[in-house]
Every structure is written in structure tokens, then in C-alpha cells.
């Protein structure tokens, strides 16, 4: 089998500078690609910044012989998102691949979470995946080529306590991704997201400590590396990974209950049952077909 190579492929990585940025960073520079690792250098929690993980990661691509600058600016401001795409054109001439992955956390009960916790939370990585993907956008159009990847997370598929500032950014995530993913078809713009588990900075007291190698992010990494890869043509999806196990994650709707002479609170009450039914299950592509299941049903 021949091997995934990104030779004249230039990729903006954000927080690239540890954890699974870094991994990808260093994966598709080893893979022949041309790498802007962005990291603001803050804490876990959004403070403060500094140039060093942007540099540390930069040097080692090149000590390694690959390619990559490196950028410290904020992709939760347009200006930020605006100058981290600049400095793909500035260094290569080109944009191809855009991997959003920079994030912060702030975890607190709901209770106990004040609002500017979840406006900054949302602010970096909903806001901030939005902001980058669309200053590289018009590039991708234009060149009618490009692969984006979004880091989801099992807490915003699922839910976690503690994390309703997190988990509502990571599912605003997929809604992203699938309208992305419609609106880059025609120009050849293939846009996924990943829901990753791995060991790193943010999730270490997580974990017990036996599973450090076991959910290594060098396990996360191959999927992005198949996701942004040209002959990858799949396109408005999710995938969990972690630990080695990959799975696609999807929205699906139930066979659900149909009202024939108007619906009132008692039909929902006595329906409920079939409503909650999970088979069979209509896999929609596009909103188009989930709404021409509605008018076949109300014919």
C-alpha cells in the first residue's frame, strides 16, 4: 500500500504548540507537508501567552527535516484568525488544510458557571474554528481545493458534567462541519470533525495514569492525517478516536409517530413509545431529506 504524503501541501495546525496539535503538527511535517504551528502559548485555562511551544514544536519539525514557521496569534479574534492564514501565505504561498484545534477549558458546574466562563470557552474553540476556517475559506475556494478538520469531543456529543460552557461549543462543532461540508462540496473542500480521547494537559486528572500510553495522542493523529489527505473524498462527518478505535458518530431520526387528525398533548402522552423508537432510522444527508420525511408522512 502506498504511503499518505503531503508533499506541496502547505497546513495551519492551532494549538499545535502540545497535546494533539503537536502530534499533528509533527505528523504532517514527517509526511512531507509545509506547517504553520499556531499556539498562543497561554494556560489551560486561556491565560496569559508566550512564544515558546510554537517554537519548540517549529524546531523539532525542522530538526526532523520538515518544513514549518511558526504563529502566535489568537484565533479567537478576527484579526488573529486573519494573521495565522497570513502567515501560510507569507511563508508557503498557499493554504490547503486548515486543522482547528486550539481550545481552553474552564469546567464548572452550571450552577457555579458565570457567563463570561462560557462566552470564553465558546470563544476559542466554536468562534475561534469559525474565524480561522473562514479567512482560509476564500483560498480553498479559489483554488477549488482544501480539507478542514474540526476537533469535536465526546462531551459535546454526549454531554459531561461540569462542562456546559465545553460540551456546547464541541456540538456546535458538528453543526458547523455538516454546513461546511454542503457549502464546500462544489469547490472540492472536504470538512470533518473529531471527537478525540488521548491523554494530554487538559484531560491527565481525567485518566488513571496506566492509561497515558494507551490513550497516547499519536493514536488520535492518523485520522486527521486520512481526513486531510487528498484522496480522502468523505465529507460532513464525525469520528470518535481514542486508544487505537475509530468510529463514525451520526445524527440520525427515529421512525417517530405521526398524528392523522392534528396532534394535542394526550396523542404525545399515549404515542410516546413509538416516538422513542430508535429502528428503523433515517439517516439524513442534508436537511433537505430529513424534511421530505415530514411531507411523505403527512401526505
Given amino acids: ?112 458557571m458565570a457567563p463570561e466562563e462560557f462566552d470564553q470557552v465558546i470563544a476559542v474553540h466554536l468562534r475561534g474554528s469559525f474565524l480561522v476556517t473562514h479567512a482560509a475559506w476564500p483560498h480553498l475556494r479559489e483554488q477549488a481545493y482544501g480539507r478542514v478538520v474540526m476537533t469535536s469531543s465526546p462531551a459535546g456529543l454526549f454531554g459531561n458534567f461540569g462542562q456546559a460552557n465545553y460540551a456546547s461549543a464541541k456540538m456546535g462543532l458538528v453543526g458547523l462541519t455538516k454546513t461546511l461540508a454542503a457549502e464546500g462540496a462544489k469547490y472540492n473542500i472536504k470538512v470533518n470533525a473529531i471527537a478525540p480521547i488521548a491523554w494530554t494537559r487538559m484531560t491527565e486528572e481525567m485518566f488513571p495514569p496506566e492509561y497515558k500510553e494507551k490513550l497516547s495522542a499519536e493514536l488520535v493523529t492518523p485520522v486527521v492525517a486520512w481526513l486531510v489527505h487528498e484522496s480522502n473524498e468523505g465529507t460532513g462527518e464525525t469520528y470518535t478516536v481514542g486508544g487505537g478505535r475509530v468510529a463514525r458518530v451520526f445524527v440520525a431520526e427515529g421512525p417517530g409517530f405521526t398524528g392523522q387528525n392534528g396532534l394535542r398533548a394526550e396523542d404525545v402522552r399515549d404515542n410516546w413509545q413509538q416516538i422513542n423508537e430508535t429502528e428503523p432510522y433515517l439517516l439524513a444527508k442534508n436537511i433537505g431529506e430529513q424534511t421530505m420525511a415530514i411531507f411523505d408522512a403527512i401526505k
Fill in 1 to 112: 500500500m502506498s504511503e499518505l504524503r503531503f508533499n506541496g501541501r502547505v497546513a495551519v495546525i492551532t494549538g499545535a504548540g502540545q497535546g494533539l496539535g503537536r502530534q499533528h503538527a509533527l505528523e504532517l511535517a514527517a509526511r512531507g507537508a509545509k506547517v504553520v504551528v499556531n499556539d498562543l502559548g497561554g494556560a489551560l485555562d486561556g491565560s496569559g501567552s508566550s512564544t515558546g511551544p510554537a517554537a519548540a514544536v517549529v524546531e523539532e519539525i525542522k530538526k526532523n527535516g520538515g518544513e514549518a514557521v511558526a504563529n502566535t496569534d489568537n484565533v479567537a479574534t478576527p484579526e488573529g484568525a486573519q494573521a495565522i492564514v497570513q502567515t501560510a501565505l507569507d511563508a508557503f504561498g498557499k493554504i490547503d488544510i486548515v486543522v482547528n484545534n486550539a481550545g481552553i477549558l474552564r469546567d464548572k458546574s452550571f450552577k457555579n
